[in-house]
């Protein structure tokens, strides 16, 4: 059963950055692709970004392109999300997810575990 722990969400200006982290246990995750997504309260949790298992895929939402970069570190079985000129509109609580699939992928459904999610404010 693979764990997922999410971790630095807080409260920030906006046009600030923050780093969310994600660290697996319980099962490798280097063969997965792993994702972010994040979600308000009376809406759908949506897709943020995803990288492939060996890091050279990644994908994004157009709402953060340019502003947020995905990352991995095998060694560490890790997953980041550095946030950086974020906006109100940022603010969600935000879930790291593992895919059952290898290549990046943008499809909730194909996510099969996922963490308890960690809260990010932006103030404007």
């Known amino acids: 059963q693979v764990r997922l722990v999410e971790s630095g969400g807080g409260l920030v200006q906006a046009g600030e950055s923050l780093r969310l982290s994600c660290a697996a246990s319980?099962?490798?995750?280097?063969?997965?692709?792993m994702g972010w997504f994040r979600q308000v309260p009376g809406k759908e949790r949506e897709f943020v970004a995803v990288v492939s298992w060996s890091g050279d895929n990644t994908a994004y939402t157009d709402s953060v392109k340019g502003r947020f970069t995905i990352s991995r570190d095998n060694a560490k079985n890790t997953v980041y999300l550095q946030m950086n000129s974020l906006k109100p509109e940022d603010t969600a609580v935000y879930y790291c997810?593992?895919?059952?699939?290898?290549?990046?992928?943008?499809?909730?459904?194909?996510?099969?575990?996922w963490g308890q999610g960690t809260q990010v404010t932006v103030s404007s």
């Open positions: 319980g099962y490798t995750v280097r063969t997965s692709a």
């Open positions: 997810g593992r895919s059952y699939r290898a290549v990046a992928t943008t499809k909730r459904y194909e996510f099969d575990n």
